[in-house]
């Protein structure tokens, strides 16, 4: 199983997904499959963040029963 990929990580490839789409010289077929991982990571990403987002949320959930007690 490959590991998963953190957020920098993510972030980085589409940066370089887009800069490539910017490209005056791009195909149209490389501006597809270009296009279709972009759309990927952005899923990966948001994936990502909704992760840590809700272990964010648990961990302070967590915090404020222990200072209840």
Do not use: C, F, W
């Not at 501006?31 to 964010?56: D, F, M, P």
């Amino acid at each position: 199983m490959p590991k998963k990929k953190d957020y920098q990580t993510l972030s980085a490839e589409l940066d370089e997904v887009l800069a490539t789409l910017q490209q005056p010289d791009v195909q149209v077929a490389d501006a597809i499959v270009l296009y279709e991982r972009g759309l990927k990571l952005v899923a990966e990403i948001e994936t990502y963040v909704s992760e840590a987002e809700n272990k964010l949320e648990r961990l302070h959930l967590q915090a404020g029963s222990e200072e209840s007690n």
